[in-house]
């Protein structure tokens, strides 16, 4: 007869006594776990109206893993899969896991911030101009840590549709914008600027005196003569993509800067983030197209 191991047994009501005290956690409405899954510890389960977390992210302009902090609705959760027998199932692959969550991201028009062995982190948009955050820990086969952050505001601050744009220039003359994304160490553009670059479309299109100089500017990564033909570059290609959507390229002007303008120091990777971007700035008839 097989000796039977009490330790199990233990373990076993351990969990289902606190998946039980768990379910008075607040689980979050969108994200939901690997099919299976429960809950575990009550003590692991935290809901906060208002906090931050670090994400594991890879910057999309150096290929580099950093952390990234994100504040808003904080969930942090932890979920297991039992199997048939109260025990921890261990027949899913870390790799099965990950690729599920990562698949239910893109479903749902998510983009992939990191992902590496038991490690997933992505984001979802929401349509308030809202972006909801989730890194996903998976560890031992069976256990899934889940930090989500709802972040408000902050992302529709950093990519201003077409209204905000012209708000801006009209008051300053100038705007930055932080939506518009290039491949590591090319000119050639991401797709997740498409939004971005629309709404650049949409108000030259409703302004058509509007003259603008496109501005490139980048990190103090590299040589300075490296990063100014670099961000020349990157003007340029913006500038020859809005001519596709039928705009008068002689309304606009491509100028690099390279990393002579910083907005932020370029001492942390918050601030270099900050410095790679975009800039739209008014112009007259005297000095477009390359006209003093």
Known sequence: MKHFNPFYLIIFFIFLTASVRAQSVKEHPIIRPFPGSVLTNNN???????????????????????????????WGLAYIIFDSKGNWDASHSILEYRENYKQAALE???????????????????????????EVHIWNKSMQDLRIIEQKGFKKSLAFGPTEMKAALDAEGRVQLHGILFEVDKSSLQLKSNKQLEHIVILLKENRDLKLEVQGHTDDQGSEEYNLKLSQNRAATLVNYLGLFGIDINRLKAK?????????SNATEEGKTRNRRVELVQLNDRNVSGKK
């Open 44 to 74: 692991q389960q935290v809901y906060q109206d208002f906090a931050e977390y670090s994400f594991r992210v890879k910057d999309p302009q150096t290929g580099k893993n950093i952390k990234k902090t994100i504040q808003g609705k904080y």
């Open 108 to 134: 749902n028009n998510g983009t992939i911030m990191y992902e590496n062995q038991g490690y997933l982190t992505f984001t979802l948009p929401g349509d308030d101009g809202s972006e909801t955050w989730c």
């Open 256 to 264: 690099g800067f390279g990393e002579s303008k910083p907005v932020m």
